[in-house]
């Protein structure tokens, strides 16, 4: 047997044991998404957040609604949507939103109930809500630990219009920025139980698995380019059972860009005022940056797969790869298992 063989092999065996229902796919999905339309975070200063990322990025305000901004995230559709945090609540990434193949509002809130998702008033575990704005409808519920995902047209762009995806008025970047990001790479959600938030998102949406951080640990594909959603154990309860089940919660949120390199990522990184985390312990704070290896038995390269991430004037985290990451093995992480 190949060394790709067996390792193939070695991988698609945990999954079969793990997650059977994750192998059993409709072959219509009833919900057919294409790519992550954007993300959204709730900061404490939606002015200093907004220059923040377009002196890093050079985003583009593609539309405005009310006090948030939507920061155009490569060509667009996609954005990251910058609101004001609740009062009282700490900054953080508030949902995620996935575009879907021709829209439909009537037809996804159906097979939203169809996977036990009721249409209620607000968003919320296993919930689902419609809201009017500007002649759009926006459809948002909740995954079984609470998650909040939102489900637009793929065209979607925060915007105007019955599929929100008139942004007429973009407002440049006043700055070019010091690095272009093309697209979303992927989020990490921190869930009470990753089996079942798996399941879930498969039996909805029929995604596959894009690749494996680990013999358990698969990452879900968004779409035909590299795009996935990755669903781990962060919010389970500490090993010694005493402590409280931490809230599941998005992690992370990663964007792309081209020739990837670490050393000067870093280096301009540095200085925008975003300083080296060093080897202290204990939570990262706001304005850091710091590199880890994923090593070969969580499916990166034998080397390790260097993954680059900063945190920003809030302290939320973020992640850059390369254009042709995949959340696989090989330096660039760019290494997955062909569909």
Known sequence: MSELTRRQLLL???????????????????????SLNHLGIAVSDV????????????????HRNGPDALLRVGAGPQFLSVAPAAAGAAPSITHFCLGVENFSLDRVVAALAAHGVAKASEAGPMKAA?????????????????????????????????????????????????????DYSHLTVFSSDPQRSNAFYRDLFGLSIRSYQGPTAPTLAVGPTVQFLMFTGGG??????????????????????????VDKILKTLESYGIAPRGTAAGPVGPMKSYVSMRMENRGGAKEGTPE????????????????????????????????
Not at 148 to 165: E, I, M, R, W
Not at 312 to 336: E, F, H, M, N, T
Request: glycine content about 12%.
């Open 47 to 62: 002015k200093r957040s907004v220059e923040f990322y377009q002196g890093l990025f050079g985003m583009a305000i593609q």
């Open 236 to 261: 389970a309860p500490g090993r010694s059972g005493a402590a409280a089940p931490r809230p599941a919660s998005i992690n992370h949120l990663c964007f792309n860009t081209d020739a990837f390199d």
């Open 12 to 34: 698609s065996v945990p999954a079969l044991a793990i997650a059977p229902r994750l192998l059993a796919q409709s072959a219509a999905p009833a919900i057919r998404v294409r």
């Open 130 to 182: 419609v809201t009017m704005r500007d002649g759009s409808a926006d459809l948002l519920f909740g995954d079984p630990d609470g998650i909040v995902c939102q489900l637009q047209d793929a065209s979607y762009c925060g915007g105007t219009g019955p599929l929100g995806n008139r942004c007429a008025s973009v407002e440049p970047s006043p700055k070019p920025g010091l690095l272009a990001v093309r």
């Open 308 to 339: 680059l991430y900063f945190t920003d004037p809030d302290g939320i985290l973020v992640q850059l790869q390369d254009s042709k990451y995949c959340g696989g093995s090989g330096y660039l992480g760019d290494v997955c298992p062909k569909a």
